[in-house]
Antibody
Framework: QVQLQESGPGLVKPSETLSLTCTVS????????WSWIRQPPGKGLEWIGN???????SYNSSLKSRGTISVDTSRNQVSLKLSSVTAADTAVYYC?????????????WGQGTLVTVSS | EIVMTQSPATLSVSPGERATLSCRAS??????LAWYQQKPGQAPRLLIY???TRATGIPARISGSGSGTEFTLTISSLQSEDFAVYYC?????????FGGGTKVEIK
C-alpha cells in the first residue's frame, strides 16, 4: 500500500521560505507525477504544482513564481519550497500522486501538514 | 484558468435518501473530471475519475455522470459514512482546479 507522509516546520515567519518534504513508502516514485496541494483552514483546495519523477515541473501561476518543487528518486522524496510567505500561505499542505505524466487526478494523498505563517 | 462551480454549497439529506451534487466547468473539460470526498481532519479521498469511473473500493451507490461542462455525483442511498464534503476537480487544462465543495449534512 502506497503511503505519503509530509514533514516540515509547522510555523514559518512572514517573508521567509516554507520548506516541506513528502516521503513516499510502499511504492516507487518512478513513473508517477507528484503534486502539492494546499487547503487554508475552513476553505477549499488549491493545486500548487507538480513534478514528474524525471524532474519536469508545472506550477500554478497564482503562486507568482514563489514555488519550487524537486524530486529525489534515491530517497523517494518530493520537496516543496515556497518563498516570501505571508499569512495567506497558512494552510494544510498535502502531497498527492497522479498516474503517469501530465495533468491528472490524484489517487493517493498524504495526511497533510498544517503550516502557519506568523511572527 | 477553468473555474469549477459546485452546487449547492450545503445539502441536507436524511440517511437512506438520494443525494445529487452538481459541478459546472467554465469551459469544456471533456470527461477529465474527478470527485473527492473529504471528512474533517482527513485528506481528500478519490471517488470518481474520468467523470464516471469509480476508484478502487468505492461502493456502487456512488456514481458520476456528465461530460463537457456539466457533471453530477449521485449517492443513491446515503449511509452515515457519506456525510462529508465533496469536491470536483478538472484535469483538462493547467492549472488543475477544484470546485468550492458541497457539504452533505444530516437532515
Amino acid at each position: 500500500q502506497v503511503q505519503l507522509q509530509e514533514s516540515g516546520p509547522g510555523l514559518v515567519k512572514p517573508s521567509e521560505t516554507l520548506s516541506l518534504t513528502c516521503t513516499v513508502s510502499g511504492g516507487s516514485i518512478s513513473s508517477y507525477t507528484w503534486s502539492w496541494i494546499r487547503q487554508p483552514p475552513g476553505k477549499g483546495l488549491e493545486w500548487i504544482g507538480n513534478i514528474y519523477y524525471s524532474g519536469s515541473t508545472s506550477y500554478n501561476s497564482s503562486l507568482k513564481s514563489r514555488g519550487t518543487i524537486s524530486v529525489d528518486t534515491s530517497r523517494n522524496q518530493v520537496s516543496l519550497k515556497l518563498s516570501s510567505v505571508t499569512a495567506a500561505d497558512t494552510a494544510v499542505y498535502y502531497c498527492a500522486r497522479s498516474v503517469g505524466y501530465g495533468s491528472s487526478y490524484f489517487d493517493y494523498w498524504g495526511q497533510g501538514t498544517l503550516v502557519t505563517v506568523s511572527s | 484558468e477553468i473555474v469549477m462551480t459546485q452546487s449547492p454549497a450545503t445539502l441536507s439529506v436524511s440517511p437512506g435518501e438520494r443525494a445529487t451534487l452538481s459541478c459546472r466547468a467554465s469551459q469544456s473539460v471533456s470527461s477529465n473530471l474527478a470527485w473527492y470526498q473529504q471528512k474533517p481532519g482527513q485528506a481528500p479521498r478519490l471517488l470518481i475519475y474520468g467523470a464516471f469511473t469509480r476508484a478502487t473500493g468505492i461502493p456502487a451507490r456512488i456514481s458520476g455522470s456528465g461530460s463537457g461542462t456539466e457533471f453530477t455525483l449521485t449517492i443513491s442511498s446515503l449511509q452515515s459514512e457519506d456525510f462529508a464534503v465533496y469536491y470536483c476537480q478538472q484535469y483538462e487544462n493547467w492549472p488543475l482546479t477544484f470546485g468550492g465543495g458541497t457539504k452533505v449534512e444530516i437532515k
